[in-house]
T-cell receptor
Framework: NAGVTQTPKFRVLKTGQSMTLLCAQD?????MYWYRQDPGMGLRLIHY???????AKGEVPDGYNVSRLKKQNFLLGLESAAPSQTSVYFC??????????FGDGTRLSIL | TQLLEQSPQFLSIQEGENLTVYCNSS?????LQWYRQEPGEGPVLLVT?????EVKKLKRLTFQFGDARKDSSLHITAAQTGDTGLYLC??????????FGTGTSLTVIP
C-alpha cells in the first residue's frame, strides 16, 4: 500500500538552480495538491489539479510550475530556486469532498 | 492572511491533563477536518465534521463543529505521551480546495 510517494525526500540546491519534485499516487484519485509547510504558517497550497491535464494556482504559486500529464503523477518545478523557497513540501491526493492523503514530504534547502 | 487561526500555537501539558485546541475563521466551510502530524511525516486525518453543531468522539478525543460552520474545537481527555504532535485543522471550500490552520504543537510530558 504505497499511497502517496514523494521523491526525493531531501535535496539541497544553490540559488538559481532548477529542480523537479515528483509525486505519485496509486489510489486513482482525481485531485492532487502541492503544499509547502513553514514554521508557524501551517500548510499553504501552491498549485493543485482536479484531473489529468489540468492545473490551477493555489495561495502561493509564484516561483513554481506544475504539470499533470498522467493521472497518477503531479510534478512541481522550481525554475530558478531562491532561499525563500526553503521549506518542506507535501503532496496530497484525494477525491471531491473527501479528506486528502499526504506523502511524507520533501525537505528542500536553498543555499 | 491566514483563513483559519488555531490557538494555542504551542501547548505543553502533563500526562493525564485535559486540553482544548481551537480553530477559528470568519469563513464558512462545507466541512472541516482535523489532522495530526508527527515529525518527518505527512499529516494523517483524525476526523471530518460536516454538519453545524456536530460532535464526534474518537476514544479520548472529542471534536466539535460550530453551529455556523466557521469554527471547530478538539478536546483531549487525559492526555497521553502518544498524543504529542502537531494538530492541524483544515476547512474545505466547496470546489475542492482545503485551507489549513496555523497548527498547534502539543507536547505531553510523562
Amino acid at each position: 500500500n504505497a499511497g502517496v510517494t514523494q521523491t526525493p525526500k531531501f535535496r539541497v540546491l544553490k540559488t538559481g538552480q532548477s529542480m523537479t519534485l515528483l509525486c505519485a499516487q496509486d489510489m486513482n484519485h482525481e485531485y492532487m495538491y502541492w503544499y509547502r509547510q513553514d514554521p508557524g504558517m501551517g500548510l499553504r497550497l501552491i498549485h493543485y489539479s482536479v484531473g489529468e491535464g489540468t492545473t490551477a494556482k493555489g495561495e502561493v504559486p509564484d516561483g513554481y510550475n506544475v504539470s499533470r500529464l498522467k493521472k497518477q503523477n503531479f510534478l512541481l518545478g522550481l525554475e530558478s530556486a531562491a532561499p525563500s523557497q526553503t521549506s518542506v513540501y507535501f503532496c496530497a491526493s484525494g477525491v471531491p469532498n473527501q479528506p486528502q492523503h499526504f506523502g511524507d514530504g520533501t525537505r528542500l534547502s536553498i543555499l | 492572511t491566514q483563513l483559519l487561526e488555531q490557538s494555542p500555537q504551542f501547548l505543553s501539558i502533563q500526562e493525564g491533563e485535559n486540553l482544548t485546541v481551537y480553530c477559528n475563521s470568519s469563513s464558512v466551510f462545507s466541512s472541516l477536518q482535523w489532522y495530526r502530524q508527527e515529525p518527518g511525516e505527512g499529516p494523517v486525518l483524525l476526523v471530518t465534521v460536516v454538519t453545524g453543531g456536530e460532535v464526534k468522539k474518537l476514544k479520548r478525543l472529542t471534536f466539535q463543529f460550530g453551529d455556523a460552520r466557521k469554527d471547530s474545537s478538539l478536546h483531549i481527555t487525559a492526555a497521553q505521551t502518544g498524543d504529542t504532535g502537531l494538530y492541524l485543522c483544515a476547512g474545505a471550500a466547496s470546489w475542492g480546495q482545503f485551507y489549513f490552520g496555523t497548527g498547534t504543537s502539543l507536547t505531553v510530558i510523562p
